[in-house]
């Protein structure tokens, strides 16, 4: 094994470790699942800026964390897969500082408010009307808006100076 790749794998693997830690608080609290989510795990998003290791350890973080968290099947496939797509995004975007924070607030908000509706029959009736998905949509997206371009953005600041010390074989 080349050490790129150890290097890769060893990012991925504390950035995934990471993700389960933040996302368990955030659980604790009553944050990390349902209508109302503020992950702070998510704030990790904006890591694939730093390195394409962040992808994996992003995807697989989520994976565990919402297995730990006792999350159903449809949102343990679905709800990573949406990590998994913001990740890719960012690390598209990466370029683009403020750009990169939004793939993961727009495929959360999309592919979450569906496993919610479907994955858990989670309503919400006005008026004789379901208006679960919109809810969601918003519930959702306010939660990733405050986690990934708010945290998430202090987090990049944060980081910027030690760049080269952190990431420096990505």
Known sequence: MKK??????????????????????????????????????????????????????????????????????????????????????TYLLRKHKFLMTLPPVIANMIIVPLVLRYGYGITWYYEGKDFAIPYFVTTVGIGEIVSICILGSILLKVLMPYKNVIFKNS
């Open 4 to 89: 790129t790749s150890v290097t890769m794998i060893t990012q991925a693997a504390i950035i995934a470790a990471l993700y389960v830690v933040l996302t368990m608080i955030a659980n604790f609290l009553g944050l990390a699942n349902y209508a109302i989510q503020v992950r702070f795990s998510e704030a990790l998003c904006i890591l694939p800026f730093f390195t394409a290791a962040a992808v994996p350890g992003l995807y697989v973080g989520c994976l565990i964390a919402n297995i730990m968290t006792g999350a159903g099947i449809w949102d343990i496939l679905f709800g990573s897969l949406a990590t998994l797509i913001g990740a890719v995004g």
